[in-house]
């Protein structure tokens, strides 16, 4: 094999992964809604990075999502802006993830919102996501192997994300 082969048969493996992986989310996440739409781009987003890395894509699972939309929906009926809940959990996903019976090992949660126009609000939250180096250290964490991404958009229009990791592989 040639030196010019080896070097595009990774970018070939990665691209025909992160299609399987699109097309998995797709058939996992029906809908069309822009919310579902951003949360699509953000699997994309947060994959590419981690393969970028040489870290395995992480898959997504319809409890986490089920998980992540309850605490985007929380945070733009309330406004609260936090992985606590005023008067409740020090985790707030946590206990949603334990009220829905989730099971889960090592798990974390990013959240972010913007305002941006629905085309690229879910660019912005991915590109503060890997811009910060907390919610980084969640998207290339070598334990999680799947997550599951949560978008609602409140009254005043602010477009409000949670993604939630878990995982339990070895490092």
């Not at 919102?113 to 609000?121: A, D, K």
Request: proline letters at 5%.
């Amino acid at each position: 094999m040639t030196a010019a082969m080896m070097l595009h048969k990774p970018r070939f493996a990665a691209t025909v992964a992160m299609l399987a992986f699109a097309l998995a989310a797709l058939a996992l996440l029906t809908g069309c809604s822009a919310e579902v739409d951003a949360e699509m781009k953000t699997y994309a987003g947060i994959n590419a990075i981690r393969t970028k890395a040489g870290l395995p894509p992480l898959h997504p699972d319809a409890a986490l999502v089920n998980a992540a939309r309850e605490r985007s929906n929380d945070m733009a009926r309330t406004g609260h802006f936090g992985h606590d809940k005023i008067g409740g959990c020090p985790e707030e996903f946590t206990c949603v993830l334990d009220r829905q019976g989730v099971p889960f090992a090592f798990a974390g949660e990013n959240i972010a919102w913007n305002n941006w126009n629905w085309s690229e609000t879910a660019d912005h939250a991915v590109t503060a996501w890997k811009n910060s180096p907390p919610h980084l250290e969640n998207i290339m964490n070598c334990h999680y192997t799947r997550f599951g991404t949560g978008v609602a958009e409140s009254p005043d229009g602010k477009i409000w994300y949670t993604m939630i990791f878990e995982g339990n592989a070895a490092c």
